[in-house]
DNA sequence: GGAACGATCTGC
DNA sequence: CAGATCGTTCCC
């Protein structure tokens, strides 16, 4: 069980994401397994950091590795990891967990609400991943870390078109493990 | 200053 | 399928 280094995230968001297939997510006792993800670049008119760095995407425009947490709907956090070097903004959109360790905990968190984390701000309610973890450091295994236990991604992932948006509707950056080949546990 | 719109989730 | 609910962004 090793930190996720900062090298693998450094990259392509539509190369690093499949990578991030199989990692755990973690944030005190709450582990899960990472089972879908979607790649957002700057020249990317879904983008939040399409039109530029704001105070809200200033995160995505900062070093790889940190998490870029944002508030949407008026109720909703979504979490996800920055993969792009200092002054340029991508990030990977973390969209589903597998539980691992936690289990109670998460449940309790999601108002005893099942599925736990299938999507992207359920995870972060079952994480109790919220806006004081904008910008915190995934790789240096302080609070919320990106965790790895031997488990490869998958050789050939589900690629499709990305989920809830309006814009480059149809640019196939949204990753799956594919079900079946979902493990709940950790080596 | 104001209006429109979400990288969503839930319950009907 | 519509409502919840409010910060961010964009336009005037």
Same mark, same amino acid.
């Given at each position: 069980?090793?930190?996720?280094?900062?090298?693998?995230?450094?990259?392509?968001?539509?190369?690093?994401?499949?990578?991030?297939?199989?990692?755990?997510?973690?944030?005190?006792?709450?582990?899960?397994?990472?089972?879908?993800?979607?790649?957002?670049?700057?020249?990317?008119?879904?983008?939040?950091?399409?039109?530029?760095?704001?105070?809200? !995407?200033?995160?995505?425009?900062?070093?790889?590795?940190?998490?870029?947490?944002?508030?949407?709907?008026?109720?909703?956090?979504?979490?996800?990891?920055?993969?792009?070097?200092?002054?340029?903004?991508?990030?990977?959109?973390?969209?589903?967990?597998?539980?691992?360790?936690?289990?109670?905990?998460?449940?309790?968190?999601?108002?005893?609400?099942?599925?736990?984390?299938?999507?992207?701000?359920?995870?972060?309610?079952?994480?109790?991943?919220?806006?004081?973890? !904008?910008?915190?450091?995934?790789?240096?295994?302080?609070?919320?870390?990106?965790?790895?236990?031997?488990?490869?991604?998958?050789?050939?992932?589900?690629?499709?078109?990305?989920?809830?948006?309006?814009?480059?509707?149809?640019?196939?950056?949204?990753?799956?493990?594919?079900?079946?080949?979902?493990?709940?546990?950790?080596?």
């Amino acid at each position: 069980m090793v930190p996720v280094p900062r090298s693998l995230l450094e990259g392509d968001a539509p190369v690093v994401a499949p990578l991030l297939l199989n990692k755990l997510l973690a944030h005190g006792a709450c582990v899960g397994r990472i089972v879908e993800v979607e790649a957002y670049r700057q020249d990317d008119p879904a983008s939040h950091t399409f039109r530029g760095m704001t105070p809200r !995407n200033a995160v995505m425009f900062g070093p790889p590795g940190h998490l870029y947490v944002y508030f949407t709907y008026g109720m909703h956090y979504c979490a996800n990891v920055v993969t792009s070097p200092e002054g340029i903004g991508a990030a990977v959109l973390l969209r589903a967990l597998e539980p691992v360790d936690g289990i109670e905990l998460m449940r309790a968190r999601r108002g005893d609400r099942v599925p736990l984390s299938d999507g992207p701000a359920k995870l972060c309610q079952a994480l109790a991943i919220g806006p004081e973890h !904008n910008g915190a450091d995934v790789c240096l295994g302080r609070q919320v870390r990106l965790l790895d236990d031997g488990m490869p991604p998958p050789d050939e992932p589900l690629v499709g078109p990305r989920i809830g948006i309006s814009r480059a509707v149809d640019v196939p950056w949204r990753f799956r493990v594919p079900p079946g080949q979902i493990r709940h546990d950790r080596r």
